[in-house]
């Protein structure tokens, strides 16, 4: 199955085409070919172009910053940036674009989307997530962190954890509990709270591959403004169940694309290794060939249901759940392919999920590091099980647990 672009879609194409021919050095060899220190200038130098240029949000509004594009041409700008070798944007527009500003979009007041939705675009504010707690992660409902109304300012105290790219972050949404007396699912409000502030604590966890992109956070009386509620007070886990959707679905029409680049780099390693003959290891290069191919049909089923205009909803969680699942075990098999090498990275360790763009080296230190921080694809945005639940019980109608 192959998606057909129309004419006018694939002059954009073209156009873009030539932006990254205008905009990039030639014999550019991909991001992945640079070292962090390098491909942290390159993405913040980058992100500017993007900015100027309306790329950093193609599908929001144009007077909210936005490109006014359409989806399939977003999925376009996704495809020929991933063959290029850039990125979308920066460390924390996933938290800020992607996540809270499409949430903005969807459900915010016109006040709020005029402020805080081109400050987001320019990097003015830059965003991190306040969801999880030591006791609360995948049973987000039982939060405990708490805020109260004192005038015309909400005082929160309490402590989040797992919060990814916090520390280069300026501002956080929050979900507090604002109403202890009301049941789990309620008295829960959606705040959007600055962070450089005396009351607000911001500590790195170090992860099993060397950095420190988690973070726990500290609220000690920490305020935003009374005005800073996204929907209503008490009435957050609407919000907080739509965020979650854009974070799950979203991305289900672009992601595929890097999942294809990396299984293409395994299947190098495979060679590399002269492991392509082994009858196990064929097989399951095969199996995960099928699975990036579902992920691809999958993609194109969220982007038909972009083109009709639907918000993602709980069937976002069959995306979420595949893509972690196959991550883990892909990763798994790079492991098993390298063997005793994997146990000595050599080479650049990612911080992130994956280490797919072009000119990425494809060395026992970028599988090793994938495969440290893959595993985490299962627990973060809602762990497996939490998927399964939601499947079950909101799209499958069966009897709650």
């Known amino acids: 199955m192959h998606l057909d672009y129309d004419v006018q879609t694939e002059a954009y194409r073209s156009e873009l085409r030539r932006f990254l021919a205008a905009n990039l050095p030639q014999d550019w060899p991909g991001t992945g070919a640079l070292g962090p220190d390098e491909q942290r200038r390159f993405t913040e130098h980058w992100r500017t172009i993007l900015f100027e240029h309306r ?20 999925v376009v700008i996704a495809e020929e940036f991933a063959m290029a070798g850039v990125p979308t944007g920066g460390a924390n527009d996933t938290f800020g674009i992607n996540m809270l500003g499409n949430t903005l979009v969807a459900l915010g007041t016109e006040e709020q989307k005029r ?26 409902a039982s939060l405990r962190c708490r805020a109260e109304l004192d005038g015309d300012e909400w005082v929160i105290d309490g402590q989040k954890v797992w919060t990814s790219a916090g520390k280069t972050a300026n501002w956080i949404f929050v979900l507090a509990r604002t109403d202890p007396t009301a049941p789990a699912h309620k008295g829960i409000t959606f705040l959007l709270c600055p962070i450089e502030q005396a009351g607000i ?9 060397g950095h420190s992109e988690f973070n726990e ?3 000690t009386a920490a305020r935003t403004a009374a005005t800073n509620v996204v929907g209503s007070p008490n009435a957050g886990w609407a919000v907080a169940t739509t965020l979650l959707g ?42 995960a060939y099928s699975r990036v191919e579902v992920l691809r049909f ?33 990763t ?18 990612p911080t992130g999920p994956r280490m797919d763009s072009p000119g990425a080296p494809n060395t026992t230190g970028s599988w090793t590091g994938t495969f440290l921080v893959a595993r985490g694809g299962t ?10 639940n939601i499947l079950a019980e909101r799209v499958l109608g069966l009897p709650r647990e």
């Open 201 to 209: 604590e911001m500590r790195p966890i170090r992860m099993m591959t």
């Open 217 to 219: 956070v500290v609220f």
């Open 115 to 140: 402020h805080f939705l081109p400050r987001i675009l320019s990097g003015q504010d830059r965003w991190c997530q306040g969801y999880s707690e030591p006791d609360a992660g995948s049973d987000l």
């Open 55 to 74: 790329l950093l949000a193609p599908a929001w509004p144009l007077e909210y910053g936005g490109g006014g594009l359409s989806a399939v041409e977003h």
């Open 379 to 388: 627990i973060y945005a809602g762990t497996s099980e939490i998927q399964r």
């Open 332 to 349: 798994e098999l790079a492991m098993d392919i390298t063997g005793p090498a994997g146990l000595v990275p050599v080479g650049v360790t």
């Open 298 to 330: 999958l993609g194109y089923r969220a982007l038909t249901s972009f083109l009709r205009g639907e918000n993602p909803g709980p069937e976002s969680s069959v995306f979420k759940l595949f893509w972690s699942e196959h991550h883990r075990c892909l």
């Open 246 to 287: 854009y974070e799950r679905g979203a991305a289900a029409a672009t992601l595929p694309i890097r999942f294809r680049a990396e299984l293409d780099r395994l299947l190098a390693l495979a060679r590399d290794y002269g492991r392509n003959d082994d009858a196990v290891i064929r097989d399951r290069l095969a199996r």
